[in-house]
C-alpha cells in the first residue's frame, strides 16, 4: 500500500473533478443528434481527434504491456509496438477512402462496399463483434485499473474496475463523443506529462543516462541499446523473420481497413475530422504521439531494468513504470501521479463506451430494429446502449483472469485470417462481400486447427506466432480467392457510386472507365 | 519545384502520383526514426538526436509534398458531402 496525505487525495478530487465536470459540459452538443453523441457533429479539427487517438491508446495496461517486453527485451522490444505503425500509410490511403465513405462505423462501410445479403451479413457480423470486443477491452483495461488500486490501496480489484469506470460512464452518457473527445484533450496532455515526469524521474533513480550504460556494460547487456540486437534469421527468441512480419503486418497493413484492432476506434475519429485533410493528419499525429511515448517509456524501463535486474516474474517487471513513479517521486506528487492513472485510464474507457455503442445503435437498432426513429430516440439509444457496455465490463472484468488466454486467442485469430481481405476490400473491385465472409468464417476454423488442434494431436509441431500469421493467410487465399471468383461481382451501380464517392486506389479498372462513362468522376 | 506542387486542379489531386508514393515511403521512416530517436535521446545518446533531426527534417518534407494534395482533394470533396450524407441516411432506412 501506498501512504496518501492531505494533497494526494487534493489532486485526486481536483483531476476527477476536472475530468468528468469537463466532459459533462458538453451535453448540450452531444444530445442534438446521433451524428453528435457518436462523431461530434463531423467538425473537429485535427488535432482534437489526433490527441483523442494518442489517449485513448494510452490505457491503464499500455505501461504494463511496454515494460514487459522492454525489461524482456531491451530497445528492441519497441518492435512489439510497431504495430501502430499501420497509420503511417493509411492516414495517406486508407484513410481518405474511409472518410470519403461517411460511414459511421466499419460495420456500415461493409453495407457500402459489399452489397445485398452479403453485404449485410457483413454488417451484422462486423457491428456484433465489436459490441463483444468493446465490452471486453473495457472489462481488460478496467480489472487492469482494479489491479493498480490494489497495489496502491490494497483494496480488492473489483472496486477500481466499478468505481473509476463508473466515474467515467457519466460524461460518456450525458454527452457522447463530444465529452469522450473533449475529455481526452485534456486527459492526453496529463497524461503525456506524468509519463515524462515518472520516466525522467526514473532515469534520474538509476544514476542517470551516463550510469545506466555504463551500469549495462558492467552486467554484459549493451545489446539492450541496440534496437536491431536479433538473435538470427529464424533462431531464437526474437529472429529477423519476427521483425519482418511485424513490419509488413503494421505498415503495409495501412493500405486497408480492419487490418488492426485499433482500426475500430481510429474509424471514428476519421469521420469525426472535419475534412479528409483534417483526418489524415489527425490519425497520422494521434500515432506519432504514441510511438514517441512508447519510446519515452522504453526508456524509463532500461533504468528499471538497471535497478532490478534479476526479476523473473512477469508480474513483478510488468509493473516497472508505475513503481519507478510510486518508488521515487517525492510525497505530494504521488497523488498527482495516481490522478494522471486515472486520466490514463478513463481516456481509454469513455471511447470504447461510446464506440461499443455506435455499433449498436447505428448498425443493429437504426439500421435493423428501428429505420424511422428520431434524433432523440437514437441519443437516448445511444446511452442506453452506454449502459448496457459498462454492466458487461464489470463481467468481463470480474473473469477476466480465467479467460483472458482463450480472449488474446480470440484477438489473434480475428487480426492473422482477415489481414489480407482486409486490403483486398479496398484495392480490389473483384473482391466480393462472399468472399469476404468466407474468410472471416474459415479464419475461425482454421486458426483453431493451426494455433490449437493439430499441434495437440502432434500432426504438425507448435508454430511461433509470426509462422502461424503467413500460414493462416495463405490458407485463408487458398479459399477466398476461389469464392470469389466462382461468385458474381459486386453489382456495378453500387461499386460506380462507391468509386465516384470513396476514390480508392489499386485495381478498379473497370469500375473507373464506367464511372467515366456516366460522367460521374 | 516540381517535387514540391503547391497547386491541384481538383481531378489531378484524386489521382495516384508521385508525391502520394514518396508519401507512404517516407512516413513509415519517420515513425521509426522519432521512436528510435526518442528512446536513444532520453539516454543522452548522440546517435538518437541524430535520429530525431533526420526525422523531423522529413516531417517537414513530407508535409510539404502531401499537404496542398490533401487540401485540394479535400475542399473538391467538401462541395459533394451533403448530398453523399443525404445519400447515406437514406441507405440506414433501407430507402436506397
Redesign the interface.
Known amino acids: 500500500m501506498i501512504p496518501f496525505g492531505f494533497l494526494d487525495w487534493f489532486w485526486l478530487g481536483a483531476f476527477l473533478v476536472l475530468m468528468v465536470g469537463s466532459g459533462i459540459r458538453f451535453y448540450r452538443l452531444g444530445k442534438r443528434s446521433e451524428s453528435d453523441f457518436f462523431l461530434a457533429g463531423r467538425g473537429l479539427p485535427w488535432w482534437l481527434p489526433a490527441s483523442s487517438v494518442y489517449a485513448t491508446h494510452t490505457a491503464t495496461d499500455t505501461p504494463m504491456w511496454v515494460s514487459g517486453v522492454v525489461y524482456r527485451f531491451g530497445f528492441s522490444g519497441l518492435w512489439y509496438t510497431f504495430y501502430a505503425a499501420w497509420c503511417a500509410i493509411s492516414a495517406f490511403v486508407s484513410t481518405k477512402i474511409f472518410r470519403r465513405s461517411l460511414a459511421y462505423t466499419q460495420a456500415e462501410w461493409q453495407s457500402l462496399r459489399f452489397g445485398g445479403l452479403s453485404g449485410e451479413l457483413l454488417r451484422g457480423w462486423v457491428s456484433g463483434w465489436q459490441v463483444f470486443l468493446n465490452m471486453f477491452i473495457l472489462g481488460w483495461v478496467g480489472i487492469a485499473m482494479g489491479k493498480v488500486c490494489h497495489y496502491v490501496f490494497g483494496w480488492p480489484p473489483w472496486i477500481g474496475l466499478i468505481v473509476f469506470s463508473s466515474a467515467c460512464a457519466f460524461y460518456v452518457l450525458a454527452a457522447g463523443y463530444w465529452g469522450v473527445v473533449m475529455a481526452d484533450f485534456q486527459q492526453g496532455i496529463i497524461a503525456f506529462i506524468i509519463i515524462i515526469i515518472v520516466s525522467l524521474k526514473g532515469v534520474h533513480a538509476a544514476g542517470g543516462p551516463g550510469a545506466i550504460i555504463d551500469k549495462l556494460s558492467a552486467m554484459g547487456e549493451t545489446g539492450r541499446l541496440n534496437p536491431f540486437s536479433f538473435t538470427g534469421f529464424f533462431e531464437g527468441e526474437f529472429p529477423v523473420a519476427w521483425f519482418i512480419t511485424m513490419l509488413v503486418i503494421g505498415i503495409l497493413g495501412g493500405l486497408g481497413m480492419g487490418t488492426a484492432i485499433d482500426w475500430y476506434p481510429e474509424a471514428q475519429r476519421i469521420q469525426s475530422a472535419r475534412t479528409v485533410k483534417d483526418a489524415s493528419w489527425s490519425i497520422w499525429a494521434g500515432s506519432a504521439l504514441v510511438m514517441m511515448r512508447n519510446a519515452v517509456w522504453a526508456a524509463a524501463i532500461l533504468a528499471f531494468f538497471v535497478l532490478y535486474p534479476d526479476l523473473e516474474n512477469v508480474k513483478d517487471y510488468e509493473m516497472a513504470w508505475f513503481r519507478l513513479g510510486f518508488e521515487h517521486l517525492p510525497v505530494g506528487m504521488i497523488g498527482f501521479f495516481f490522478a494522471a492513472i486515472v486520466a490514463i485510464h478513463i481516456s481509454t474507457i469513455s471511447t470504447h463506451l461510446n464506440l461499443g455503442a455506435v455499433y449498436i445503435t447505428r448498425d443493429l437498432y437504426h439500421h435493423y430494429i428501428n429505420p424511422g426513429a428520431s434524433q432523440a430516440q437514437l441519443v437516448w439509444i445511444g446511452r442506453v446502449a452506454t449502459l448496457i457496455l459498462l454492466l458487461g465490463s464489470f463481467v468481463f472484468g470480474s473473469i477476466m483472469e480465467n479467460i483472458t488466454e482463450w480472449l488474446i486467442f480470440a484477438l489473434w485469430i480475428m487480426a492473422a485470417g482477415v489481414w489480407l481481405p482486409g486490403i483486398l476490400q479496398v484495392v480490389w473491385w473483384r473482391f466480393n462481400g462472399w468472399g469476404y465472409l468466407t474468410a472471416w468464417i474459415f479464419n475461425l476454423v482454421f486458426s483453431w486447427l493451426v494455433v490449437w488442434v493439430l499441434p495437440a494431436f502432434e500432426v504438425i509441431p507448435h508454430l511461433r506466432d509470426y509462422q502461424q500469421f503467413w500460414i493462416l493467410m495463405i490458407l485463408g487465399a487458398l479459399v477466398f480467392i476461389p469464392v470469389t471468383f466462382l461468385t458474381k461481382p459486386e453489382n456495378m451501380d453500387r461499386l460506380v457510386k462507391f468509386y465516384a464517392m470513396s476514390r480508392p486506389i489499386g485495381w478498379w479498372g473497370p469500375v473507373k472507365r464506367e464511372a467515366q462513362r456516366r460522367g460521374l468522376i | 519545384m516540381d517535387l514540391l506542387k503547391k497547386k491541384w486542379l481538383p481531378?489531378h489531386a484524386?489521382t495516384?502520383t508521385k508525391e502520394?508514393t514518396i508519401?507512404?515511403i517516407i512516413?513509415?521512416i519517420?515513425?521509426?526514426l522519432?521512436?528510435?530517436?526518442?528512446?536513444?535521446s532520453?539516454?543522452?545518446?548522440p546517435l538518437g538526436f541524430l535520429l530525431l533531426f533526420v526525422g523531423i527534417v522529413l516531417l517537414i518534407v513530407m508535409v510539404r509534398l502531401?499537404?496542398p494534395k490533401?487540401?485540394a482533394?479535400?475542399e473538391n470533396?467538401?462541395k459533394?458531402?451533403k448530398q453523399?450524407?443525404e445519400d447515406?441516411e437514406k441507405?440506414?432506412?433501407?430507402e436506397d
Open positions: 481531378e484524386d495516384w502520394d508519401t507512404i512516413s513509415p519517420i515513425y521509426i522519432l521512436t528510435i530517436g526518442c528512446a536513444l532520453v539516454l543522452l545518446i502531401i499537404n490533401l487540401s482533394i479535400s470533396y467538401e459533394k458531402q453523399y450524407l447515406l441507405k440506414v432506412k433501407w
